[in-house]
Nanobody, 120 residues
Framework: QVQLVESGGGLVQAGGSLRLSCAAS????????MGWSRQAPGKQRELVAR???????NYADSVKGRFTISRDNAKNTVYLQMNSLKPDDTAVYYC??????????????WGQGTQVIVSS
């Protein structure tokens, strides 16, 4: 069984910063891509940032230049550094990862979500 546990959400004023963390644990053979998505009230979930196992990254246009995704493979952890936050960044942020539990079994896993609220 695999678990993803997020932390680091909260309330911040516009222009402020937050750092989200997501640690994967359980029966892990290897972790491929990891990423962050978000869902604002009344909106569809959208991909925010993604990082491959070799460190290649991509970002949603709305967060480019403000957010940075990184990972610590030794800790099975992915981070999202969020700077210059805007009220439009308010959402529940979800971590996800493509994890192999054996050499031939791979699945997509999601965390429970962490709330980010940016006040104006």
């Amino acid at each position: 069984q695999v678990q993803l546990v997020e932390s680091g959400g909260g309330l911040v004023q516009a222009g402020g910063s937050l750092r989200l963390s997501c640690a994967a644990s359980g029966s892990i053979f290897s972790i491929n891509a990891m990423g962050w998505s978000r869902q604002a009230p009344g909106k569809q979930r959208e991909l925010v940032a993604r990082i491959t196992d070799y460190g290649s990254t991509n970002y949603a246009d709305s967060v480019k230049g403000r957010f940075t995704i990184s990972r610590d493979n030794a800790k099975n952890t992915v981070y999202l550094q969020m700077n210059s936050l805007k009220p439009d960044d308010t959402a529940v942020y979800y971590c996800n990862a493509r994890i192999s539990t054996t050499a031939i079994m791979t699945g997509d896993y999601w965390g429970q979500g962490t709330q980010v609220i940016v006040s104006s």
